[in-house]
């Protein structure tokens, strides 16, 4: 029998089109080591790992008539050096033209006839650095049975590991009538499975049913919450997605959200909340939109959270739970204090009342968790109606030590969350080793000014760091 996807991940198969591919991205910045990082030595790499995550290697096929949803094949033609790539930067790359280049591989969809990943390896950067580039589809990673492409290549230690070194054999691509076949002998054991696939054909993938199984298939890691929520504020945030993106970052102190939550009682993550509504309303003012004392922007916030602070299950991880909510950030509110306490007041009575889904899963991760779990706060996003929430937020903690691919050890990690219909903007915020590193993708034409709005990120936090005692 054919591996099917479920009805969630051939959902994103079915809603991506050009404007709005469904992969989730991330951006890590390396310093090359002494002895040279170059693309051989990558490609190496992740051909050891990829035993790891045997999904890498399967393409999605089509069932003939779409009689049933698609199912994972081996690709017999699997060429690692297509999905591997290498690109550079005119010497000596900046920053912001790093940001261009990568705001241009994520306007692009991935192939869908080849399993649907890629890195790019990309040289040229100042300073003696290097960046590599994932893309990975939202119907990849599942958190239990795949993880995201960037987390298998990270070591706590400089060196290169022997493991998923054997050899591999491709199972034989089933024929068009070997699918159809096991198309009708699963609507016969499960006639629901018609209705599903049909929904899911049509776009329809708010109903009920088939947001409740976004739970069950990301293996109790993401809460899915309900779609009938009062609908979002009208906001520019809210706008017709175009094919193209654009991509800003921001690169603050952990050290720096610690003072705020120690002088203000709040949790670090609220302190991250409170900081991009600032940003926010700073934002709305500079494009002379009208800004009231009641004025908010709804954020669909998928976050880690530790549910014990003595919990030392995963060595380096700061959180094994993760749970979406939404919540109205204050952007109205011209006091940064005042935000910061309604936004840990909001997120407060979310805690106290909110079921919160322990991880299991992650619990036989290691390594840098943050990408896959960003993969998971994206396809939590794609489940739920455009109409409830203006922006997505996805706040992932990271391990507070250095990690390695091979021997080059990575400096900073920006993730680059997908845009869904009519949604402008997004935002992927990870801490790793005394950093928090926000990455905002934007639609080109919508949010042409998101190099603003990430200035505007470093400028709210130093806001809130001015009410900081010394």
């Known amino acids: 029998m054919s591996d099917r996807l479920s009805a969630v991940d051939a959902s994103f198969i079915y809603l991506e089109d050009q404007a709005t591919p469904m992969h989730v991205g991330g951006v890590a910045v390396f310093r090359r080591p002494r002895g040279g990082f170059d693309y051989d030595e990558l490609v190496d790499l992740l051909g050891r790992r990829l035993d790891l995550v045997p999904r890498y290697r399967q393409r999605v096929l089509s069932v003939p008539g779409h009689l049933a949803r698609p199912v994972w094949a081996d690709d017999a033609d699997f060429d690692l050096t297509y999905h591997v790539r290498r690109s550079a930067l005119p010497r000596p790359g900046s920053d912001e033209q790093l940001h261009e280049l990568v705001g241009r591989l994520m306007s692009r969809p991935l192939d869908p006839s080849r399993p649907l990943w890629e890195a790019y390896l990309v040289e040229g950067l100042a300073r003696g650095r290097f960046a590599l580039v994932t893309k990975t589809h939202l119907a990849l990673v599942d958190g239990i049975g795949t993880i995201d492409i960037g987390q298998i290549i990270l070591d706590p230690t400089p060196h290169i590991s022997e493991d998923g070194d054997t050899a591999w054999l491709p199972k034989r691509t089933p024929s068009a009538g070997r699918l159809v076949l096991d198309a009708l002998s699963d609507a016969v054991q499960r006639p629901r499975e018609l209705v599903d696939n049909a929904r899911s054909v049509a776009g329809d993938i708010f109903s009920s049913t088939v947001v409740q199984r976004l739970a069950d298939t990301a293996g109790g890691l993401v809460t899915a919450i309900g779609t009938a929520a009062s609908a ?29 939550r120690n002088e203000h009682g709040c949790t670090v993550n609220d302190a991250v909340l409170a900081t991009l509504a600032g940003a926010l309303r700073t934002w709305l003012l500079s494009r002379g939109q009208a800004v009231t004392s009641s004025t908010t922007v709804r954020a669909l916030v998928p976050l880690a959270v530790r549910e014990d602070e003595t919990d030392t299950t995963i060595p380096g991880m700061l959180g094994n739970t993760v749970t979406a909510k939404l919540v109205d950030l204050p952007v109205g509110e011209p006091n940064a204090v005042v935000r910061l306490h309604q936004v840990s007041h909001a997120m407060r009575a979310y805690n106290d009342s909110a079921r919160k889904v322990a991880a299991g899963a992650l619990r036989r991760m290691s390594g840098f968790a943050p990408p896959t779990l960003h993969s998971l706060g994206a396809r939590a996003a794609g489940t739920f109606s455009r109409r409830i929430f203006n922006v997505v937020i996805t706040n992932v903690p990271g391990p507070q030590v250095p990690l390695y691919a091979a021997n080059a050890k990575m400096m900073e990690m920006f993730p680059v969350v997908p845009l869904v219909r009519n949604q402008a903007l997004a935002i992927g915020v990870t801490s790793y080793d005394g950093g928090v590193y926000f990455g905002l993708n934007g639609d080109r034409g919508a949010m042409s000014d998101v190099d603003n709005l990430a200035r505007m990120v470093e400028e709210s936090l130093e806001e809130l760091l001015s009410t900081v005692r010394v």
Do not use: M, Y
Not at 232 to 260: C, M, Y
């Open 232 to 260: 979002a504020p009208s906001s520019p945030l809210n706008a017709k997605v175009s094919p193209q993106r654009r991509f800003a970052v921001a690169r603050t102190s952990l050290e720096d959200f610690r003072g705020i």
